[in-house]
């Protein structure tokens, strides 16, 4: 009896001393946060874990943050956008958390949101329309090794969004919620019956996502290659930003730019514009 009880705690024990020692081993990330909109957005990010401690920031056009995850960082960031906090109970127009900059909790439907799991060996990360989508999301990394593809979508789902899914403001359309979150069906959550992969299939309304943002998960259980596995540097996520533009980040009075030779499928050219935004982010005093 003792022996078939301690047998799993042992292994418990071993997969605790493993889990710990591939986080002394792994390095923490810079995550720059650039703002390419033509809009101020509220980028909210959070650690997916139950306390949920998050940070959050304001970036006008042009200007950038860098956060600073920890190793075994597991948490995502996304754009809140028509932000007004002036008082305690003022929210957003999209990606609202709460009447604080700073996020406490997971944002309002719809946003796209960028995941990350900053891991030992790689690290993970994708661009998710799972909760839909109110502004486009890149997500590049710096001095990659692995296939460090860009994650997530130039295109701009609000142009092309189906009427049914759309959410306006003033008459402008500001985010395309998903197929799951209007019409609550299991076939599209991905629940009940429809609880797997094999069950689970695109509907018309992720594939008209996925034409948009081939690179970002459409829905619960879309094809996996949209998660990208890659040891990087440093990682940037960027709002509203072109696959062509080069991208570059500054850390430790060093200039950083996306150089990589790996991307074959998104090679034209490479994005140009922090450089410029640096004055900017330095008068706002936020720190690289
Ligand atoms: C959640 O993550 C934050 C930031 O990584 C960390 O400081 C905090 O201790 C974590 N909380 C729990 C309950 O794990
Ligand atoms: C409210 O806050 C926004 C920034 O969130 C600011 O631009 C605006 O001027 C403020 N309005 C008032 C009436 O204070
Ligand atoms: C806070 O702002 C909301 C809308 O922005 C307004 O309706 C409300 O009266 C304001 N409350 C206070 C206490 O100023
Ligand atoms: C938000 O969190 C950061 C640290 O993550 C902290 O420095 C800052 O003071 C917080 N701001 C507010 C308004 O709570
Ligand atoms: C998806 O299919 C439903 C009926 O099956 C139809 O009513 C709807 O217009 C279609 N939506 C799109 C975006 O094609
Ligand atoms: C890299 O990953 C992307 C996205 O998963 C995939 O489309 C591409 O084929 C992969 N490239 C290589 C060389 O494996
Ligand atoms: C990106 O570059 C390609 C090739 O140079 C060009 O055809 C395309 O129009 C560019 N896209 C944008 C959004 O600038
Ligand atoms: C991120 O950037 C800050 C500011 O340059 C620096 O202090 C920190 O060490 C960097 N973190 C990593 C993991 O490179």
Redesign the pocket.
């Given at each position: 009896m003792a022996h078939h009880s301690t047998s799993p705690l042992t292994l418990l024990f071993i997969f605790i001393l493993m889990a710990s020692g591939a986080k002394m081993y792994a390095r923490a990330k810079n995550i720059t946060i650039v703002n390419v909109c033509k809009e101020t957005v509220w980028p909210g990010v959070i650690t997916q874990n139950n306390s949920y401690q998050g940070d959050g920031f304001t970036l006008k056009p042009g200007q950038s943050a860098s956060y600073d995850a920890p190793s075994g960082w597991s948490g995502r960031i996304w754009a809140r956008t028509g932000c007004n906090f002036n008082n305690s109970t003022s929210t957003c127009q999209t990606g609202s958390c709460g009447p604080s900059i700073n996020c406490t909790g997971p944002g309002s439907l719809p946003a796209t949101i960028a995941e990350f799991t900053i891991g030992g060996d790689a690290d993970f990360y994708d661009v998710s329309l799972v909760d839909g989508f109110n502004v486009p999301i890149l997500v590049r990394p710096l001095g990659g090794k692995g296939n460090c593809s860009t994650a997530g979508c130039d295109g701009d789902l609000r142009q092309s969004c189906?009427s049914?899914?759309t959410v306006k403001a003033n008459g402008k359309v500001i985010g395309c919620r998903s197929a799951c979150d209007t019409f609550n069906r299991d076939q599209f959550c991905c629940r009940g019956s429809y609880g797997d992969q094999a069950t689970c299939l695109p509907?018309?309304?992720s594939?008209?996502f996925k034409q948009v943002c081939p690179a970002a998960s459409s829905y619960a259980f879309d094809d996996g290659t949209s998660i990208i596995t890659c040891s990087a540097e440093q990682y940037i996520v960027a709002f509203c930003a072109s696959r062509n533009q080069t991208v570059c980040s500054y850390h430790d009075n060093k200039l950083f730019c996306d150089q990589s030779k790996g991307l074959k499928s998104f090679s034209q050219s490479w994005w140009l514009f922090l450089v410029l935004t640096l004055p900017l982010t330095l008068n706002i005093g936020v720190i690289f």
């Open positions: 189906p049914e899914l509907s018309n309304y594939s008209s």
